[in-house]
Every structure is written in structure tokens, then in C-alpha cells.
DNA sequence: GTTATTATTGATAATAGTTATCGTTCTTGG
DNA sequence: CCAAGAACGATAACTATTATCAATAATAAC
């Protein structure tokens, strides 16, 4: 059972209130911002609590770990290589078959990510307009 | 164009001769009892331009970067999260459908990763095994 | 409602993985 | 040969994250 204390309930707040896959280090900066002074030692143990309870959902991108809001479904992403954006996605017929290669191979799926790294469409109209150099 | 030194072609070897899932660190541990005794910064370096030259192949898998070789096909992994493990596999509908979400999204892909999280055969086995106790 | 217990915080040290620096060594074309 | 560039190895530096520990806050016992 997790207590929400005022520096958590402000981590959850920052997360809930936005769209955006956070790491540590922007998320700290963002409360800061916002007149949260939290150590970051209690950013990432914050963190960590609250994925252990559910109450935000976490993955692994690079280098870094992001976390985003649990109160929307599952959902996967495409990664623009040029910009950082990120956009999310669904597709059952995906899903449908990660758990049928799963059954096949008699693994125990509790889990999955899938992104998919690329170009997205703005990067790819500024890039257009900036060829004609 | 890749120059292949001593050092990168025993880095190549030893990838090429295994279906390891090869860190930095298990693949210097490795290079050096085998006699080939190579400075970890010259692995760093030689798997990157390695991977560049296209002669091996990387993945994020947590917090490390792991290399594979790249002559076999394109495919994604089942990650057992109790033996560490991990399976190869192939589904022609899950690439398909990538393809189709990205073009759905105007979004030029250019790669992807998909990770199942789970646990495999063996450790199933083993835990019912064990839980006889 | 004080006191004892336990949990959390924040500063900072430590760790893990990786990249940068730099002097030395190896290649290679002239 | 020999000069110029590429690669190497030791190690410092860097980034993301976790561990330590003393101080503080919350909770539980009397
Ligand atoms: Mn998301
Ligand atoms: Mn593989
Ligand atoms: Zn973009
Ligand atoms: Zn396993």
C-alpha cells in the first residue's frame, strides 16, 4: 500500500496532467519549475513506488526509463528519430498475435513493448521544404 | 569502409560464431579467455563501427546495449525475465501491420523493436517443479 | 500527549554503462 | 624508409540510476 506523500502526489499530478513520457531528469526539472523543490533522489524512488503501484506506467527508451500515466489503455509507439516525438498507437491484430507466438513457443507473455523508430509526418514536411537549398 | 583490424575481426568472430545476445562486458570477459586480450574501449568502439558497417546487429534491452550477428533475418525476441534467456522469432502479420500503423500515421519507419516479457519454457517447468515444496 | 518506532526525505557518495581524451602504436601510400 | 592518418589502450569523464546516512516527518504505543 502506497502512501502519497506531498512529493509523490506532486510526481503523479506532473505525470497525470499531461501527455508526455517523462524521465527523471525533465520530470524534476518541470516540478521545479512549478515550485516543487523535490531532491532527485526522491524523484526516482518516487518513481519507482509509484509503477510498483500501478499508479504510472513505465518503459524503457535508450538509455533512459520514461513514465507515463496508467490511466489510459494499452498502447504502443512510434519514436521520430529527428524530433524525440513520440506517438502511441493500438492494434489488436498486433496484440492478438504477440499472444499467439507466445502460446506457441509455451512462453508466459506478462508483458510486451514494441516501438517503432522512424520519421514522423511534421519532420517530414520540414524536411522536404528544407531541400530546396 | 571498414578497416578490420586484429581486434574487430576477434569481436566479429565471436559474435558471428554464437546466437548470443552479446554486452560489452560478457563479450570482453569472453574475447579474453579466449586469449584476446582487448581493451574495453576498443570494444566499444569496435562494436559501433561494427554495427555501422552493418557487419553486426544491436538492440536496448533494460539498461545495456546488446549485439547479435546480422546474417540472419530480421527478428524479434521473447525475453524470459527469470533465466534472462532470450527466444527468436518471426511473424510476417505483426511486421505487416506495423507497416500498415505507420503508413496509417504518416510515419516513415525505418526500423522497429519488439520485446515479449514473460517467462520461458524451461523456467515454467522448473518453478512448478519447485513449488512442491 | 509525550515517547518510541518506522518511513521518507535530501544531500551526496557510489555504481554501471558508455564515451572522450590523449599519448603510443600500427598501417599505408609516397 | 617516412610522414600522415587510423586505431589502440589506459584511464578520466560523463550519464543515468541506486545506495548511504543523518535529519525530518508520520504513525503507533503507552
Ligand atoms: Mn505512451
Ligand atoms: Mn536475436
Ligand atoms: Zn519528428
Ligand atoms: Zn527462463
Redesign the pocket.
Known amino acids: 500500500m502506497?502512501?502519497l506523500?506531498?512529493?509523490?502526489q506532486a510526481i503523479l499530478d506532473m505525470i497525470n496532467q499531461s501527455n508526455q513520457h517523462w524521465?527523471?531528469?525533465i520530470l524534476a526539472r518541470a516540478l521545479s519549475d512549478a515550485g516543487?523543490?523535490?531532491?532527485?533522489?526522491?524523484?526516482?524512488?518516487?518513481?519507482?513506488?509509484l509503477e510498483q503501484a500501478g499508479l504510472i506506467q513505465a518503459m524503457?527508451l535508450g538509455?533512459?526509463?520514461?513514465y507515463e500515466r496508467s490511466d489510459k489503455a494499452h498502447h504502443d509507439h512510434l519514436v521520430c528519430g529527428s524530433c524525440g516525438s513520440i506517438e502511441e498507437f493500438f492494434d489488436e491484430q498486433i496484440e492478438q498475435r504477440q499472444r499467439h507466438v507466445a502460446s506457441q513457443y509455451h512462453f508466459q507473455m506478462n508483458g510486451h513493448q514494441l516501438l517503432i523508430f522512424g520519421i514522423c509526418q511534421q519532420c517530414l514536411k520540414l524536411s522536404v521544404k528544407g531541400e530546396q537549398s
Do not use: F, M, P
Open positions: 502506497i502512501k506523500t506531498a512529493q509523490r524521465d527523471a531528469e516543487h523543490s523535490i531532491g532527485i533522489a526522491t524523484i526516482y524512488r518516487g518513481l519507482t513506488a524503457h538509455d533512459k526509463k520514461r
